[in-house]
């Protein structure tokens, strides 16, 4: 219930002043950090939370990241955290996603006592492990990965402990612009509690501390009123990865979702038990992915904080892909598996809400690693490609989807930063699915790597192509080449200078009878040259 002790306009106040506070930290994170992968591709995610662990405001970041940050705070409470204490962790078994993904947790206590905490996590473009850029293909165990870190104080008192950035720092690449990272992250979060002592001396503390509950209570009563507008029933669905980049055998991902009055229980129960591969997705980036979904087709403009995370419920089984156990790897789980489980989850859900639910979009991140082992240089980057048709528009082209929210790395930058040339960066016509309404295309990127090098790809839909719906037609799968020559979809390999390095990514599958499509529609596509005259991809 939403707290009557916050009259409606002061809520709205504070609801806004809260989410500003996420998105300064988000600013601020971007602004100071080193690696292009932050400051140009705004791979990081910020949120303020309460004093019990509730997640209050989060910024517009990267969906993956936000829906699991509740279980980072859940695990730095249990090491009784004090005022001036920051604590830096990455364990995907201790509130992390992968290890790439370095989370910060800072109490904030403007008047001395904790009334909250702020979190920030960002990808960093190395942390260790067995290839540059802490991506590898083949991992088998996520000591492969890179460096574990368990929830740690890295300030304590207000001051850092150098052992433990030190320790930190000797066990990456590029530690230079890892230390400067994680100075971003730091300021980051002490912008969180100067913006909150702000707030306490324009509104009182016990105002805003009303304030946290009110909007919790606000996000809570909306989505409850969306979901209970859902149809109730069992509804399910099944879909696959494609392999686990030590072999290429289907990987089942099942769920089934049940509407029941106000609540939305989702159970993976028939997935595939963890893999050997490095696919596997702890529990926490099964259930970003769920909110996720649930948050498209109830009401996306619900606040999002706990409120409206609390009617949902998900499980999956101990040991499963989507809850292994330690020490199966688990770096291509936050990027990969995490969009197989947004697309099954959607495709269940179509049962319930088919006119909210699009066409498959491109189901990948695209993951690609380049980097050279004497660590002079590290390049990472997911790369955009088609969205799925809705029912009345056609998909968005080359755009992030689903569980990532990147921009891309421009190519000034990434050309002055690494020793790298982009030879071709294009859409990718006739890649989008047909409909009466069309799917969005992928795109094709070529890059030449002037220097000796490692490059890791962990890529998804080159087999199993992003389905229509509605009579839509699928869509155009991805592919992957090295000079010119088909490549896994997940893989990595030593190359020499002068090596290109295509990723073609999918497009997104149609929505409708194509034979429906408006001639108007047609003929703009056309003269875009989004399709051809021969409808084959060029």
Do not use: W
Not at 43 to 63: V, W, Y
Not at 179 to 192: F, G, M, S, T, V
Not at 205 to 211: A, H, K, N, P
């Amino acid at each position: 219930m939403t707290d009557d002790r916050i009259d409606p306009i002061t809520l709205e106040v504070l609801r806004n002043q809260f989410e500003s506070v996420a998105e300064e930290m988000g600013q601020t994170l971007i602004r100071g950090a080193y690696s292009p992968n932050i400051k140009e591709r705004r791979d990081c995610s910020t949120a303020l939370f309460d004093a019990e662990g509730r997640m209050i405001a989060q910024a517009e970041h990267i969906p993956v990241h936000l829906g699991a940050m509740p279980q980072s705070v859940d695990a730095v409470t249990e090491y009784d955290p004090e005022p001036g204490d920051v604590f830096v962790l990455n364990d995907p078994f201790r509130g992390g996603t992968h290890l790439p993904d370095v989370t910060m947790v800072s109490p904030l206590a403007p008047d001395g006592e904790i009334v909250g905490y702020a979190v920030s996590r960002a990808h960093h473009a190395d942390v260790g492990g067995m290839t540059p850029g802490s991506m590898p293909a083949g991992a088998r165990e996520i000591y492969q990965e890179g460096l574990r870190i368990p929830p740690t104080r890295l300030v304590e008192g207000g001051e850092i402990r150098e052992d433990v950035r030190s320790l930190v720092l000797a066990n990456v690449r590029n530690p230079s612009e890892r230390k400067a990272d994680l100075q971003a992250q730091l300021a980051a979060n002490e912008r969180a509690e100067v913006r909150l002592a702000s707030l306490f001396d324009e509104h009182g503390r016990e105002t805003v501390l009303d304030g946290f509950d009110a909007v919790i209570g606000y996000s809570h009563e909306r989505i409850v009123r969306e979901i209970e507008a859902l149809p109730d029933g069992t509804y399910e669905a099944t879909d696959v990865l494609e392999g686990d980049g030590l072999t290429n055998e289907d990987v089942e991902i099942a769920v089934t979702v049940t509407v029941d009055g106000n609540a939305v229980d989702v159970d993976f129960a028939g997935t595939a038990d963890q893999l050997d591969g490095n696919l596997n997705a702890p529990l926490a980036v099964a259930t970003s992915a769920v909110y996720f979904v649930v948050r498209c087709v109830t009401d996306p403009e619900i606040p999002p904080n706990h409120g409206c995370y609390e009617p949902v419920t998900v499980k999956a089984p101990t040991g499963s892909l989507l809850n292994p156990e330690p020490p199966a790897a688990v770096v291509g789980g936050n990027v990969e598996t995490s969009q197989r489980v947004t697309d099954v989850v959607f495709t269940a859900l179509a049962g319930a809400a088919p006119d909210r639910v699009p066409a498959q979009g491109q189901g990948t991140m695209n993951n690609l690693t380049i980097g050279a082992r004497d660590s002079s240089f590290t390049y990472y980057e997911t790369i955009g490609g088609g969205f799925g048709a809705r029912a009345g528009k056609d998909g968005m082209d080359g755009v992030q989807v689903g569980m990532t929210n990147t921009l891309n790395t421009p190519i000034e930058s990434l050309e002055t930063e690494y020793p790298l040339r982009v030879e071709r960066y294009a859409l990718r016509p006739n890649s989008g699915g047909r409909g009466q309404f069309r799917g969005g295309l992928g795109l094709e990127r070529t890059v030449t790597v002037d220097r000796d090098a490692t490059v890791s790809l962990l890529t998804e839909r080159r087999r199993h192509a992003p389905r229509g719906v509605g009579g839509g037609e699928d869509a155009t799968p991805g592919a992957n080449l090295i000079d010119g020559e088909p490549v896994a979809a997940k893989t990595t390999v030593d190359v020499e200078a002068g090596t290109t390095v295509t990723v073609r990514t999918p497009g997104g599958g149609g929505h409708g009878d194509p034979a429906d499509r408006d001639d108007e529609a047609r003929e703009a596509d056309r003269d875009d040259e989004k399709r051809t005259e021969t409808g084959d991809e060029r």
